[in-house]
């Protein structure tokens, strides 16, 4: 199988492509690294193993888009990280086009190939869902109205017009994913490290989550499984409140846990993506995946912390 993976350097992405290339497929990994077109194979990965190839996800297509001719599957994992630094206007405009351009690009590249990929996997995020309301959301629901709901509302719309008879688009509404070598979970552990871990605002907001590595299956799963078109949940089935998921992680730590910080402080810090990012939360529900049959290696958060941590 051939896949090209948009993306595939990051804390998800890495980690996808070295599954693939040692299941045997080829990987095409596109990057702004190189100047587009050109090409590296990395080294160590084998054969076919993985090559990175340059691109530019400015919105249209390059020298990089034959690499797509032939692909058995397209992942689009482009996209700047939105935590790091407050939500300025220029802030907002670097992270919706990193996302919608980048797939813009990706979807001209499929749409001019007479032979596409069968299926596009493009990420998306449980943002999508807003912090407001904390009942389940399954795919099926109604997006917010909020900054980062509205852009994954756009980002969706660009990757769905890459639909058309034999080419599947799944659009992955990725919870916080747990790894400790990377994402949010080490800046999360740290306080806890130095026995200053807290909860959050309030304890009652929903965290969804899921272990890296049951996200890298999600993916390859559904790149496999051709009755599974549109919307996916990547998150998994026992969302927690901020109280377990901070006791759960201090547990894990072997640290304590009985700070509380509060959000007015947090709101002057970080502004609007306080409320976004730290404050509010999802209770978000992998409807689609269970009723698919996926697995779940780590379905509770406890499970999680403990493979992680090795506990």
């Not at 340059?54 to 032939?70: H, V």
């Not at 609007?272 to 958060?301: S, W």
């Amino acid at each position: 199988m051939k896949i090209v993976v948009a993306g595939g350097g990051g804390f998800l992405g890495r980690p996808l492509c070295e599954t693939c290339a040692e299941d045997g497929h080829e990987v095409v990994v596109l990057t702004r690294g190189l100047p587009p077109g050109e090409s590296a194979h990395e080294a160590g990965t084998g054969v076919p193993g993985v090559t990175r190839l340059g691109w530019a996800p400015d919105g249209q297509m390059g020298p990089w888009a034959g690499a797509l001719e032939g692909a058995d599957a397209v992942v689009n994992l482009a996209g700047e990280s939105i935590g790091g630094r407050r939500w300025t206007a220029a802030r907002k405009r670097a992270l919706r086009d990193s996302r919608v351009l980048a797939t813009r690009s990706l979807v001209s590249a499929i749409l001019a190939l007479p032979h596409p990929p069968s299926v596009l996997v493009s990420a998306s995020g449980v943002n999508y869902y807003g912090f407001a309301d904390q009942s389940p959301k399954a795919e099926s629901a109604a997006p917010a109205g909020d900054f980062l709901a509205a852009l994954c509302v756009e980002w969706e719309e660009e990757a769905a017009r890459a639909r058309r008879p034999g080419t599947r688009v799944v659009l992955l509404r990725t919870g916080l994913a747990l790894e400790r070598s990377g994402g949010v979970l080490p800046q999360l552990a740290l306080p806890f490290r130095f026995f200053a871990g807290a909860t959050i605002a309030s304890t009652r907001q929903t965290v969804s989550w899921i272990h890296r590595r049951d996200w890298v299956e999600l993916v390859r799963w559904a790149i496999k499984t051709r009755d599974l078109d549109g919307p996916l949940n990547a998150t998994a089935p026992a969302p927690v409140t901020n109280r377990v998921f901070s006791r759960a992680l201090a547990h894990a730590l072997r640290r304590p846990c009985w700070l509380w910080a509060p959000a007015l402080p947090l709101r002057l810090a970080l502004g609007e993506m306080a409320d976004t990012l730290v404050i509010g939360g999802q209770h978000v529900v992998p409807t689609r995946a269970l009723e698919l049959g996926f697995y779940f290696r780590y379905p509770e958060i406890d499970q999680a912390f403990r493979a992680i941590y090795q506990t």
